[in-house]
């Protein structure tokens, strides 16, 4: 494995900002097509080519991904050195390429064509979010868009965003995901109150109250950076058409369990208010 | 009283055979055996044992010596029983292993098998391991080697070779190695990890990998050097190596060094290289106790501070001062105080640091090598099981734990003994059930005598094939303190008796030296490093599996000493096989044999086409020259035979008186362009065939085929065998002459073969398909001639009645196809072998006409009623012509039908001869291809180089005369030819080659002259 090729991937931006050369690691998750790996500095993850590439990773080709998911454990060692990570397996060590791979700039673009709005949010409307997230009946969606909207000072925010944290089960809670699309939504539209929500992520980022997964992301979406379908929808609402839109915004619902309608609620969320100004 | 019994030709290697002599040693009315090959050293050991009789000093290395000293001498049968049971259970499972792994025996075909392999994992006898590792760095392989006693001169030279075509030599005496976390040969299982190490001691590395592996760390690769690769002479050629291979693996960010303290300049040199790579290093020179670290190169004293430095640099935690606790780990056994510490190591390396740990706590003055014992003094000692004075002749402690039970019994018994020090080392290798003897011994001891103390530590790791955690609770069950090192266990031995280490806190002072560069690694090593091994496993087929297992991919070279193990041959065949133009040349050689085209053209008198006979009182006979009396039985039974036809004598009373006053001239059929069956005798009025074989238009000429019984080839000469020469020269001849002279250029031999190896004929044994497809293109051109219709009728039902007719047109075939190729003189291709009774005879494509000869076998096979193994006469005949181009013996898979008749067994027996002989054969011939062998060509051109450096001599499918004159044919069978007219005629190739000078042939003629 490790002479192969690999570099037939991509990696996310965001990559260079925190794993650095001869950082330490270990596998701390493996799952059924990804896997991730707990740097010092960041929760590298490794995802097949065919689905989204994480703004904290990479994704190389299915089959690629496959056999190293075959072969590593939880808990393996990892070490990040001349930008390739090798995996210390029981039997043997896999050079998974880095710096190598196409990169990708996840940074949240801004300046959305306001034209393209409407169509999104018919599409929104239509999603029964109440049905279909991952809070259940533990909130009403309403009232959560409306806690959500109504939030403009700091400590309005900290309490929405406190109330959220960890809500819901998974390795991204439903609440964590629904604040991800949410603050996304609001960078992407530049709303004044982006700054204080990506704010009160990053402090909720260095708590420890939720996963360590969501952790991650949260620290991502304070720093603008989203998931690459996060990034094409924005994109798509920026300059595509309204396929390229309703595409993107299925390719997003159909991310995860739940995980995809929950960014999309806090998204939709956030697109309303953009529309209500 | 002594009974031995040789196994001649029954190669085993060492291993198994101690495996053997430890499953026979205990069976009852055993007072004592060994088994062991033929070979000088092991010659000594059998008679430092007592055990050398006469049988075995005149045993050669190929052979099985088993001697048993018993008071009963049926013990051997048991013995012998035992030792086929064990053998063949070893055999059927090599065979299952070998359906999978298509072991091969050459290096040839372990390259074709695995083209891309990287690795030679050799473990042959150490006599032969020098010249495996050239044949390894010659294929561009690097070498990991187990075998040990190679001689410090060889390790220099070839480590120098390899260095300079980018190769590695692990080893020699290298027992332990990991490459790309593939165990080799004796190792441990650990994960892989960011630590590579280097290290010139085995246990050393098993001790520093598994407690690496127990930590939660892991180990990539640990790299054997042999022990005296930091030696002046080797100059530590493989290490430098090795450590600047791991500074240009990405993967290993911490490298480890493991080395007794090595000569100054050379640690010079190394500790210089390690401070110019860009990774941390911790380094134990076993032996010395630093006081400090250096710059980036953290010292160790004990091979478990190693492990924890190393651990803590591969996890970027900052090296600590002190990695020993500062109390004492035991408290003093008040009984104990004033007693001795006695260590029984299996491990070399654990035995040296136990030495030395205890010599530094005692005062002892240090540690010394005397006959086994690493400390002696005050009567503390330490001894080192696995050395050579125990391991002679008997299993490594590791494998058999027998040696360290009698020394647990001995000591146990001595009063001032306090604590005994045990290691078990498993992984790879190592026995499955020590820690179970070792736990029996220790309670045995500890019920005789329970103040006293046993101390152990357990080499290894969970994923070992031995149960690591089962080890520790059978030795703590069984009474004794389990430790998690042996420097840990040294020291509680320490404790117990009063004492303790003392390790002083280490600080880190810069290095002030110069750097150097650190060289580039070839392409070789990094392929090394940086992929899975892919091993061709020369010698113990055990060491394939964990490279198997653990990713690697490999092919088992089912080895066996080349020349039968005669050092000089095989230097000899290095040099001749070094020749770049011999292939090329014996190339030209099976071309022109390949390319013959034999037409059978005419039957005359042998007087009329072969003038020595004309006019004179000469005989031609079969083989190389031998005179009357020289000559067997039958042979000269066909002599009279031959003089009373051309009426030379009136009876054989005068015909004997006549050869025997040797008033009759004698020449070999072969200087005369011609070929004869069995004794061959060939007289002036006897009628030949003739072949011409068209490619270079010579011709050549063989007697007919007389039918069975009583005929003159067999020895017999009555009236009725004078009166059928008779018929044959004067009716048969003449009416096949007129026949064949029906057609244009006569009879086309190659189609006629083509089409009846197809039938199922090798053309020696079984001729009845060629002889018919042979009667079927000759029988309308008899009856078109313009003869009595009587004489064709007689002819005809001659033919058909001979089954063996068409032997003798194959065999005056046989003679035109070498003969055109012997114009040419180089190569070393076989093109002739023929037998005369008492010698066998071969030449060679580069030495012409010269004759080299070794004692004829005698044929066995199946006998006529009446007739046993007693009544043949030894291998005679030209039809070795046949084998010689690739037909008979040579070609027994394509005869189903004689396999049984000749002795050879059933199918799969006649394939496995085939395949073997074209092992010792350069290429196939098209022309003839052979159903039976998935249309394969038959194996052709005998390459003495072939034959003596596999030891597999050509099979010669044979008829067997009496060897009482006159009786004729009594059965048929197989014969081998002689080894040593080979090696003759290779001694003379390199001779003429300018090889070796006229003196050394000489003597090595003579050698095989006296062997």
């Known amino acids: ?277 | 009283m002594l009974y031995t019994v040789i196994k001649k030709n029954s190669y085993q290697d060492s291993i198994n055979l101690m495996l053997l002599t430890n499953n026979i040693s205990d069976m009852p009315g055993v007072n004592k055996v060994q088994v062991m090959m033929g070979t000088a050293a092991n010659k000594d050991i059998f008679d430092e044992a007592g055990l050398l009789t006469e049988e075995a000093k005149a045993a050669q290395p190929n052979d099985m010596m088993i001697v048993l000293d018993s008071d009963d001498a049926s013990v051997m049968d048991q013995v012998l029983s035992a030792t086929d049971d064990f053998l063949s259970d070893l055999s059927v499972k090599s065979d299952d292993d070998s359906t999978d792994s298509k072991n091969v025996t050459n290096w040839e075909d372990a390259k074709k098998q695995l083209p891309d392999a990287n690795l030679a994992l050799i473990s042959v006898p150490g006599v032969y391991a020098a010249d495996e590792i050239d044949n390894a760095l010659d294929n561009n392989l690097n070498a990991f080697v187990f075998s040990d006693n190679v001689s410090l001169e060889d390790e220099t030279r070839l480590k120098k070779k390899a260095h300079k075509k980018g190769l590695l030599v692990m080893g020699p005496d290298c027992g332990t190695g990991i490459i790309s976390n593939v165990p080799l040969a004796f190792t441990n299982v650990v994960r892989s990890g960011n630590i590579g190490l280097v290290g010139a001691s085995g246990t050393g590395i098993q001790e520093v990998t598994t407690i690496i592996e127990r930590l939660g760390g892991g180990v990539t690769h640990a790299i054997g050097t042999g022990g005296r690769d930091l030696s002046d002479p080797v100059g530590a050629i493989t290490m430098e190596d090795a450590i600047a291979g791991l500074a240009h693996h990405d993967p290993t960010e911490v490298v480890g060094i493991i080395s007794k303290p090595p000569a100054k300049e050379v640690r010079d040199d190394v500790v210089k290289l390690l401070h110019s790579i860009n990774k941390p290093v911790v380094a134990i020179f076993l032996g010395e106790k630093p006081d400090h670290h250096e710059g980036s190169v953290y010292l160790a004293h004990t091979l478990e501070e190693t492990a924890r430095i190393a651990m803590d640099l591969a996890d970027h935690k900052p090296v600590k001062p002190n990695y020993y606790a500062a109390k004492p780990l035991q408290t003093a056994g008040p009984e104990l105080v004033g007693k001795k510490v006695i260590g029984l190591y299996s491990g070399g390396t654990l035995a040296y640091e136990a030495g030395m740990l205890i010599s530094e706590a005692l005062n002892l003055g240090g540690i010394i090598s005397d006959e086994g014992y690493v400390l002696r003094a005050n009567g503390n000692e330490v001894l080192d099981l696995g050395d050579d004075i125990y391991t002679q002749g008997r299993p490594h402690p590791m494998i058999d734990p027998r040696i360290r039970i009698e020394k647990i019994n001995e000591y146990a018994e001595k009063s001032d003994t306090g604590v005994i020090l045990l290691d078990d080392v498993l992984g790879y290798g190592t026995d499955d059930q020590m820690a179970d003897a070792l736990a029996k011994a220790v309670k045995d001891a500890l019920a005789k005598r329970p103040e006293l103390k046993f101390v152990t530590t357990i080499v290894g790791t969970n994923e070992d094939p031995q149960d690591y955690q089962e080890a520790r609770k059978l030795l703590a069950a069984a009474g004794a303190i389990v430790c998690d090192s042996n420097a840990q266990a040294v020291r509680v031995a320490l404790n117990l008796i009063g004492k303790d280490v003392n390790e002083p806190d280490k600080a880190v002072v810069p290095y002030t030296q110069k750097t150097a560069p650190v060289p580039a690694s070839s392409e070789s090593l990094l392929d090394l490093l940086y992929t899975k091994p892919r091993v061709i496993n020369v010698g113990v087929a055990e060491f394939l599996k964990p490279v198997l297992k653990f990713g690697g991919t490999g092919v088992q070279f089912d080895w066996q000493p080349i020349a039968g193990g005669n050092p000089k041959m095989i230097k000899l065949i290095k040099r001749v096989k070094a020749l770049k133009d011999r292939q090329t040349e014996n190339n030209h050689v099976m071309t022109d044999l390949k390319q013959a085209a034999p037409f059978l053209t005419d039957v005359v008198p042998a007087g009329s086409v072969i003038p020595e006979l004309k006019g004179h009182h000469t005989l031609l006979h079969a083989g190389s020259p031998i005179t009357y009396a020289e000559m067997t039985s039958p042979m000269q039974g066909g002599c009279i035979g031959a003089v009373l036809f051309e009426g030379w004598a009136k009876d054989e009373a005068e015909a004997r008186r006549m050869l025997e006053n040797e008033e009759i001239d004698f020449l070999c059929n072969h200087d005369v362009n011609a070929v004869g069956p069995m004794g061959g005798i060939t007289s002036e009025h006897m009628a030949v065939l003739v072949i011409k074989n068209k490619l270079k238009g010579n011709d050549a000429y063989c007697t007919m085929n007389e039918g069975i019984g009583k005929v003159l080839r067999f020895g017999a000469y009555s009236q009725e065998v004078i009166d059928r020469l008779n018929w044959m020269a004067n009716v048969l001849a003449p009416t096949l002459s007129a026949a064949l002279k029906k057609l244009d250029g006569g009879l086309n031999v190659n189609v006629m073969m083509a089409k009846a190896i197809t039938m199922g004929d090798e053309f020696h044994q079984r001729n009845i398909a060629a002889s018919l497809v042979f009667l079927k293109e000759v029988a309308p051109l008899i009856v078109s001639l313009d003869i009595a219709e009587k004489t064709k009728q007689e002819v005809i039902q001659f033919l058909a009645d001979t089954d063996q007719f068409f032997l003798s047109i194959m065999m005056a075939t046989g003679k035109s196809m070498v003969d055109a190729a012997r114009t040419y003189h180089k190569g070393t291709v076989v093109t002739t072998m023929t037998r005369n009774g008492k010698d066998f005879g071969i030449r060679i494509s580069a030495l012409g006409d010269q004759w080299f000869t070794a004692p004829v076998n005698t044929p066995e096979g199946l006998f006529f009623t009446g007739f046993s193994q007693d009544d043949a006469n030894p291998d005679m005949g030209d039809s070795a012509i046949a084998e010689t181009v690739g037909f008979g013996g040579m070609a027994m898979i394509a005869a189903p039908g004689v396999t049984r008749f000749v002795g050879a067994g059933g199918f799969k027996d006649a394939q496995k001869i085939s395949n073997q002989m074209a092992k010792i054969t350069l290429g196939r011939n098209p022309n003839f291809s052979i159903p039976t062998w998935d249309f394969q060509g038959t194996a052709m051109g005998i390459d003495i180089v072939k034959v003596v450096e596999t030891g597999i001599t050509p099979v010669i499918n044979t008829g067997i005369a009496s060897k009482v004159a006159g009786v004729g044919q009594v059965g048929a069978g197989t014969v081998h030819a002689p080894l040593a007219c080979f090696e003759k005629a290779l001694v003379a190739y390199a001779q003429h080659m300018g090889l070796i000078e006229a003196d050394e042939a000489k003597s090595m003629d003579k050698e095989l002259v006296e062997a």
């Open chain 1, 1 to 277: 494995m490790t002479d192969n090729d690999l570099a037939n991937g991509e990696r996310s931006s965001w990559l260079s900002l925190y794993l650095f050369n001869h950082d330490c690691g270990r596998v701390t998750g493996l799952f059924k097509h990804s896997l991730n790996i707990q740097f010092s500095g960041i929760l590298f993850h490794l995802g097949r080519k065919t689905e989204t590439l994480s703004c904290l990773g990479i994704t190389l080709p299915d089959d690629q991904v496959m056999s190293i998911l075959r072969q590593v454990s939880v808990d393996d060692q990892a070490r990040f050195i001349n930008g390739t990570i090798y995996l210390y397996t029981q039997m043997t060590v896999l050079a998974v390429p880095v710096m190598t791979l196409k990169e990708v700039n996840l940074t949240v673009p801004t300046n959305l064509s306001p034209t393209l709005l409407p169509a999104a949010l018919a599409k929104f409307q239509q999603i029964p979010f109440q049905e279909k997230w991952g809070l259940a009946n533990m909130e009403q969606a309403s009232r959560l868009s409306n806690q959500l909207l109504s939030a403009n000072l700091a400590a309005d925010i900290q309490a929405v965003a406190g109330h959220l944290v960890g809500r819901g089960r998974g390795l991204t809670p439903s609440g964590d995901d629904i604040m991800v699309g949410f603050t996304t939504a609001l960078t992407a539209f530049q709303d004044p109150r982006a700054a204080l929500w990506r704010e009160t992520l990053a402090t909720l980022a260095k708590q420890n109250v939720t996963t360590s997964v969501s952790v991650a992301y949260l620290r991502a979406a304070s720093e603008r950076v989203a998931s690459q379908k996060l990034i094409h929808l924005i994109a798509a609402l920026k300059q595509g058409s309204t396929t390229d839109i309703l595409a993107a915004i299925q390719s997003v619902e159909n991310f995860g369990h739940t995980s995809g309608i929950d960014t999309l609620f806090g998204f939709a969320t956030g697109l309303t208010a953009r529309l209500s100004e």
